[in-house]
């Protein structure tokens, strides 16, 4: 069961970071920002994981893709709450 609680969290800590990393110039700050919230989707509820990922294992774990992944799931969670 995903609550509301664990939403807002992920919507709040992913809205963060992604306001910062689209604004950001610094390569070191896009990196630290893709650890953190890769770290954090390791820690998430895997059925919220599941919900905003769409199955994808690599999702917001993945470079190349990163900007589009987080842009995504900030979306999906804000319709969530």
Known sequence: MITKDSIETAYSFLHQKQ????????????????????????????????????GRADFLREHKRFQENITKAVEILENML
Not at 31 to 39: N, P, R, T, Y
């Open 19 to 54: 306001r910062i990393y689209v604004h950001s110039t610094l390569d070191w700050q896009k990196d630290d920002i893709e650890i953190a919230i890769a770290s954090y989707t390791d820690e998430m509820s895997q059925e919220l994981f599941d919900v905003i990922s769409g």
